[in-house]
């Protein structure tokens, strides 16, 4: 790969990275792409799934599928769950004490990955609706 190329793509990783640091909202490609467009204007949505994919593999960020539908990404780096806010479709970081988040065996089965997450309403939504 040459030398522009190969800066060319980390420069598009560490915006990937950045966008999902700013963006605490566990965006789809299609939010990613909605915002980076404006300031980007040659980028295409190709871009974006492989700048993921390229953070996905060295585990810098996480994917999230909640609803089934969509996939969604997580910068955090530390075990956390999730709400998905059933009247907004926000995901929204928990922090709760999970007894296993840590272990890596749970009665003789190995564990290589943790997914934590709830439906309900987030509490702005909450607010919106008691003001009815």
């Keep these: 790969m040459n030398t522009k190329l190969k800066q060319s793509k980390q420069t598009l990783q560490a915006k990937g990275l950045g966008y999902l640091e700013e963006h ?6 299609e ?3 909605e915002d980076l ?3 980007i204007p040659t980028i295409s949505k190709t ?3 492989n700048t993921l994919n390229a953070l996905l593999e060295t585990g ?3 994917a999230i599928t909640i609803t089934g539908t969509e996939t969604r990404y997580d910068s955090e780096d530390f075990p956390h769950h999730h709400l998905l806010c059933k009247s907004c479709g ?3 970081d928990i922090d709760i004490k999970c007894p296993y988040v840590n272990q890596n065996e749970i009665d003789g089965h190995r564990i290589d990955e943790r997914h934590g997450y709830f439906k309900g ?3 702005e939504c909450l607010k919106k ?4």
């Design 24 to 29: 605490e909202n566990h965006p789809t490609v």
């Design 31 to 33: 939010m990613i792409y």
């Design 37 to 39: 467009v404006k300031e």
């Design 47 to 49: 871009t974006i799934y």
């Design 60 to 62: 810098i960020i996480h």
């Design 90 to 92: 926000k995901i929204i």
């Design 121 to 123: 309403d987030c509490r």
């Design 129 to 132: 609706k008691d003001k009815r």
